[in-house]
């Protein structure tokens, strides 16, 4: 068996970081509210033809993950 390694308290500050943040909150009042926004604004710059139907929810967020590259040339408010 081998030992485990020890992370300094430092280490271990850095690596939870991100975890830290305070969540992103939308003013959205539905799911179907935030589908129809992301496609609207992969439309606008870069298409949405593969993106999922909007019932499938978890699918349109990580099609969302894998595609914000092509929201690049997109003004910063909209990127967020």
């Known amino acids: ?3 485990r390694r020890r992370i300094s ?7 939870t970081a ?13 799911p179907g509210d ?3 926004e992301i ?3 992969h439309e606008r710059h870069g298409g949405a033809d593969s993106m999922p139907d909007a019932a499938e929810l978890y699918g349109v967020l990580l099609w969302a993950e ?7 040339p997109a003004p910063e ?3 967020r």
């Open 66 to 72: 894998r595609n914000t590259a092509r929201l690049a």
């Open 9 to 15: 308290p430092a280490a271990r500050a850095q690596a």
């Open 18 to 30: 991100p975890l830290r943040k305070p969540p992103t909150r939308l003013a959205l009042q539905r």
């Open 1 to 3: 068996m081998t030992p």
């Open 39 to 41: 496609r609207r604004l």
């Open 34 to 36: 935030l589908v129809d």
């Open 77 to 79: 408010a909209e990127r």
